[in-house]
């Protein structure tokens, strides 16, 4: 198995555990995870919402790990995704006050993910012929 589909497989199976953190129980995983209440259904139903969101990216990236014609627009969406979050949680730390540590490793493993998927992305692309 080659380098990109080896990261797709470990983004994949590395946000399945998260995905299900948010969503599974989101009553006592949330509050243990981050120290908030989640009051309600509808809160219950968007932590439910981004599990599901979370588990259809990680299923793409399995499909890309494991379909050669569907890896580069998995590394793309891998990319895509990693970079959307951190930059949303760098806009955060600007705003916000710093969040609990667990928050800010998410931030490192994002970035981590993204930096290795644009690398992987420019292996991938086919480079001009020379004139």
């Not at 494991?66 to 990319?79: G, M, Y």
Request: glycine fraction near 8%; aromatic fraction near 12%; hydrophobic fraction near 60%.
């Amino acid at each position: 198995m080659n380098a990109p589909r080896i990261f797709l497989l470990a983004a994949a199976v590395g946000l399945t555990p998260i995905a299900l953190s948010y969503g599974v129980r989101p009553h006592s995983s949330i509050p243990f995870l981050f120290g908030f209440p989640v009051d309600g259904v509808e809160a219950a139903h968007i932590f439910r919402a981004v599990m599901g969101l979370y588990l259809a990216q990680a299923l793409f990236w399995l499909a890309g790990a494991l379909k050669p014609t569907l890896t580069t627009a998995a590394l793309w969406s891998v990319t895509v995704f990693m970079w959307g979050l951190a930059v949303g949680r760098a806009f955060s730390l600007i705003i916000d006050r710093m969040p609990k540590p667990i928050l800010l490793v998410y931030l490192l493993l994002e970035l981590i993910f993204g930096v290795i998927g644009c690398l992987l992305l420019r292996k991938q692309s086919p480079r001009p012929a020379a004139s």
